[in-house]
T-cell receptor
Framework: DAKTTQPTSMDCAEGRAANLPCNHS???????VYWYRQIHSQGPQYIIH???NNETNEMASLIITEDRKSSTLILPHATLRDTAVYYC???????????FGQGTELSVKP | DVKVTQSSRYLVKRTGEKVFLECVQD?????MFWYRQDPGLGLRLIYF???????EKGDIPEGYSVSREKKERFSLILESASTNQTSMYLC?????????????FGPGTRLTVT
């Protein structure tokens, strides 16, 4: 599995967009980019995933660079409830195990 | 909504005790997983199962065993609990047919071994 690199922590003002970067320079052609988040004292929660094209759902947008070596998760209007650790994971689509790194601790401040 | 439930949110056991952590999912998922989460180490996979009565070792299976007698239930067993097994334990499930890595997690069980 390709390795991912994320900043350890980030701050964001409430109501502003939160842009969380992830580097995955060794990603292979059949690997997807997945994002999960973990709010304190809860289990991780799936957010979004993509292969090449940008993706959007009710929670977030995922922007993947053309060379696929990096991506950005965008929370368009961050709220205090978005304060969590965000994990970027690169994996082939096979319904198998996930490897969680250290993630980015996002703090949304009033 | 997919629901993954774990038998206890908090558990305190003594060294040497046999401990059972139960996980139940209600969405007919084939895949089930057990992770532990420790500060600075992230989530680490202990065991997983792709079908009833099937199990595979994850990255840190030592000191643990699992049981999957029914599709909806996946049990993690600590045969003889030790203090280094004090941790947050998380269960997850996912659909096999979709081939996706969208896992649904339970709320976790915080186990303390004294």
């Amino acid at each position: 599995d390709a390795k991912t690199t994320q900043p350890t922590s980030m701050d964001c003002a409430e109501g502003r967009a939160a842009n969380l970067p992830c580097n995955h320079s060794t990603i292979s052609g059949n690997e997807y980019v997945y994002w999960y988040r973990q709010i304190h004292s809860q289990g991780p929660q799936y957010i979004i995933h993509g292969l090449k094209n940008n993706e959007t759902n009710e929670m977030a947008s995922l922007i993947i660079t053309e060379d696929r070596k990096s991506s950005t998760l965008i929370l368009p209007h961050a709220t205090l409830r978005d304060t969590a650790v965000y994990y970027c994971i690169v994996r082939v689509n096979q319904g198998g195990k996930l490897i969680f790194g250290q993630g980015t601790e996002l703090s949304v401040k009033p | 909504d997919v629901k993954v439930t774990q038998s206890s949110r908090y558990l305190v056991k003594r060294t040497g005790e046999k401990v059972f952590l139960e996980c139940v999912q209600d969405m007919d998922h084939e895949n089930m997983f057990w992770y532990r989460q420790d500060p600075g180490l992230g989530l680490r996979l202990i065991y997983f199962s792709y079908d009833v009565k099937m199990k595979e070792k994850g990255d840190i299976p030592e000191g643990y065993s699992v049981s999957r007698e029914k599709k909806e239930r996946f049990s993690l067993i600590l045969e003889s609990a030790s203090t280094n097994q004090t941790s947050m334990y998380l269960c997850a499930s996912s659909l096999k047919a979709s081939g996706r890595n969208e896992q649904y997690f339970g709320p976790g069980t915080r186990l303390t071994v004294t």
